[in-house]
């Protein structure tokens, strides 16, 4: 069977790829934005004869995966969406974050339906932003499920980074639903949504000072100084890439997870508890890097809302990697790497 994945480039996905791949039963058709990003991706895989590079420049554009879908569509046998903007460093969040997600949702979901008869699963990566607003994240009284959304307006979204990221990934999910439902698709819709991913880089030529928003948390405290606070200290829950990557792989043969929304996360984190593993499991960084007071998970929990996934986690077939692996696994490739340079 033939998988198309759009944003092949990024971190989860070329965890998704990594795995359709080594398991020998997927090919893989992938999009990426510009051939220079195709030609590292390609070298990166060692070229592997089972993955071949698509360019769909700009999500934006209505019919951005038209041409694509026209060509190949009928080979497509799956569909994983997970390009949309993960950029804090931008300043029009109507034009660089909401309309990427939206009309890129959109419009793959459209060209799958006209273009690619033979998919029986299109699986979309929204986000843990799609069930509640930033301001109920921190709130303890808030309890959030698979049944949950933000509610966020556009307007009040254009303003605020974090707003705009937060619709962006609602509404691009919801679209997902409605036109599967409206357009009457033949194929099953699952959605995954991930709280904070973290986990090593699929390859360690993707290692670099900084990395994308969500590994950053980690890298940052690797880098961060000793007797300084934290500069980016946050609280959250958290799931492995590599976790995430298998929910996604499972969901395109697994019937159970047709029609459903799965919340992957395994536990809560903040930096300080991080920062502490990483003192305690890399003994040649203590006293180099910041070292906070010991923080309990029940310290922690009263900052955030409780995520309950129990029907996700009674769905899928595995568990979870803890935050200790995670870290482990995760300091350990950026040591290597930088020991090397
Ligand atoms: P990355 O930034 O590594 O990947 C994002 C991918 O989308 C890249 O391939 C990127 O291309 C592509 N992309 C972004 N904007 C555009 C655009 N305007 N036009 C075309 N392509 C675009 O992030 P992640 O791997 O972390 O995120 C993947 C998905 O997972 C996203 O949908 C994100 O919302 C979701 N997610 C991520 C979480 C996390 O903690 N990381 C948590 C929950 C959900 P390029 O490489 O060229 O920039």
Redesign the pocket.
Same mark, same amino acid.
């Given at each position: 069977p033939t998988v198309f994945i759009s /944003?092949? *480039? /990024?971190?989860?996905?070329q965890h998704i790829i990594k795995q359709l791949l080594d398991s020998k039963t997927y090919k893989v058709v992938g999009s =990426?934005?510009s051939a220079a990003?195709a030609e590292k991706l390609e070298s990166d895989f060692g070229n592997h004869p089972d993955l071949s590079l698509v360019t @769909?420049e700009?999500? &934006?554009k209505l019919d951005a995966f038209d041409s694509v879908f026209k060509e190949h569509g009928a080979s497509f046998d799956y569909i994983f969406h *997970?390009? &949309?903007? @993960?950029v804090f460093t931008i300043t029009d969040f109507q034009n660089e974050m909401i309309t990427?997600a939206v009309n /890129?949702t959109k419009n793959i979901f459209e060209a799958t339906v006209k273009y690619a008869p033979n998919v029986k699963k299109f699986v979309q *990566?929204s &986000?843990?932003?799609a069930l509640r607003n930033p301001e109920a994240s921190t709130d303890p009284s808030v309890n959030v499920t698979e049944k949950s959304w933000n509610t966020l307006g556009l307007e009040e979204s254009t303003k605020d980074y974090i707003k705009a990221y937060f619709y962006s990934?609602g509404t691009a999910e919801k679209i997902s639903w409605e036109l599967h439902e409206k357009l009457g698709a033949k194929f099953e819709l699952t959605v995954i949504n991930? =709280?904070? =991913?973290f986990g090593p880089q699929a390859f360690d030529s993707s290692v670099s000072n900084h990395l994308?928003?969500?590994c950053e948390v980690i890298n940052s405290i690797v880098h961060s100084k000793f007797n300084t606070p934290l500069s980016n200290s946050v609280k959250g829950n958290f799931i492995d890439v590599r976790d995430v990557a298998r929910a996604h792989v499972e969901a395109l043969t697994s019937d159970k997870l047709s029609g459903q929304r799965l919340i992957l996360s395994e536990n809560i984190f903040s930096s300080e508890l991080i920062a502490n593993i990483i003192n305690e499991k890399f003994p040649q960084l203590n006293g180099k890097i910041a070292k906070p007071s010991p923080i309990s998970n029940e310290e922690i929990s009263k900052h955030l809302a409780n995520i309950d996934n129990h029907v996700t986690k009674g769905l899928l077939s595995f568990e979870f990697r803890d935050l200790t692996t995670i870290v482990v696994d995760t300091v350990s490739q950026i040591l290597n790497v930088e020991a090397k340079k």
């Open positions: /944003g092949a *480039t /990024g971190f989860i996905a =990426v934005r990003k @769909v700009d999500l &934006s *997970t390009a &949309s903007p @993960v990427p /890129g *990566t &986000s843990s932003a990934k991930p =709280v904070y =991913v994308n928003f969500s």
